[in-house]
């Protein structure tokens, strides 16, 4: 077996691969699927991280060959990946979601492109709420499970065996940036948003409501990467019951729901970033259908809090600097 990558670690359900680079995965709020476009949702935590291996037995031998790590979700929860890394030293990231990339909707396994781009820099990249969608848009995360056709896999695919998040890190050739820090500048802080048959319970990734985000053009060129540095890894998700069967460990509760959120007047974001370029979307992640039109396609009628249309107060939106770019934010 192959077991866990040394270069992986985890500190305090962060993620760490190699030296440079870091990944969270924040729960957050459901965007209303409603037509509208909403600002970023606030990070609500992180979802605790395991290894598959130290789970034993009680996980499949698939996963624990692999060294798998593992995060619970409810259905129908959202999620974001916060990215960590510094920014004189970034990494480039491909990011699938049941193996399929989630920026091109091409099916994971390619080593990184130019044309289209196919994988994110972070820095300067802070985050990735969704598949790219449109114009400044992705469409959120949305936990479903696998077998029901509503996830990305399925749509594109028709198949649903793979799941989970696939994550594949490339650190720059030697030489390319510096290995120790310049001064330190406040302008060098990442944002920060505060706040086969698959096994039974196995989940994937569909697509909720819409959020203007865009994901950067690669500023430094594919040409800086160092292929032969890659790092991959298999974040499972599983569902509430399952990651109780397995750990022994009850999973966190259910973040409140959008309408509640705004009515008590917490905060939502925003980048200052219009000067800076975003990726042009893939039609065929763009044709996706949402959970809550599949819903509706099948009849399913059912009122859900997440259905309902939110009214974002301006005042409620604060608006962060991407790293780098002078200035405080509001």
């Known amino acids: 077996m192959a077991g866990a990558d040394p270069r992986v670690s985890i500190d305090r359900d962060e993620v760490h691969v190699g030296r440079w680079f870091g990944v969270s995965f924040q729960r957050t709020l459901r965007i209303p699927d409603d037509g509208r476009t909403y600002p970023l949702p606030p990070g609500l935590g992180r979802f605790p991280v395991r290894r598959v291996e130290e789970v034993g037995e009680r996980a499949p031998a698939s996963w624990r060959a692999t060294g798998d790590l593992l995060i619970p979700m409810y259905q129908r929860e959202a999620l974001w990946l916060a990215f960590d890394g510094e920014p004189w030293h970034p990494c480039a990231v491909q990011v699938g979601v049941g193996g ?84 330190p500048t406040r302008e060098d802080l990442l944002p920060m948003r505060l706040a086969g048959p698959a096994p039974a319970g196995a989940m994937g990734l569909g697509v909720g409501g819409s959020i203007r985000q865009k994901i950067y053009p690669d500023p430094h060129g594919l040409d800086t990467w160092d292929l032969a540095s890659a790092v991959s890894l298999t974040i499972r998700i599983v569902n509430s019951e399952q990651y109780a069967a397995l750990t022994g460990q009850p999973p966190p509760p259910s973040p409140i729901d959008a309408s509640m959120y705004t009515e008590h007047g917490f905060p939502w974001y925003d980048l200052y970033d219009e000067e800076r370029g975003d990726l042009e979307a893939a039609r065929r992640l763009a044709e996706l259908k949402s959970v809550r039109e599949l819903d509706t396609e099948r009849g399913d009628t059912t009122s859900r809090p997440e259905d309902v249309s939110v009214a974002v107060d301006p005042a409620q939106i604060r608006k962060l600097r991407p790293p780098g770019q002078a200035g405080d934010a509001n």
Do not use: H, S
């Not at 099916?107 to 492109?113: D, H, M, R, S, V």
């Not at 130019?114 to 469409?139: S, T």
């Open 100 to 183: 399929i990339n989630a920026v091109t909707g091409e099916p994971w396994g390619a080593e990184p492109t130019a044309e289209p781009q196919n994988y994110l820099v972070c820095p300067d990249q802070p985050w990735l709420d969704g598949i790219k969608a449109g114009p400044d848009v992705i469409r959120q995360f949305v936990a479903m499970p696998l077998g029901l056709g509503y996830t990305v896999e399925g749509q594109l695919t028709g198949v649903e065996a793979e799941g989970g998040i696939q994550l594949r890190v490339y650190e720059p050739k030697p030489g390319r940036f510096p290995d120790r820090p310049p001064p």
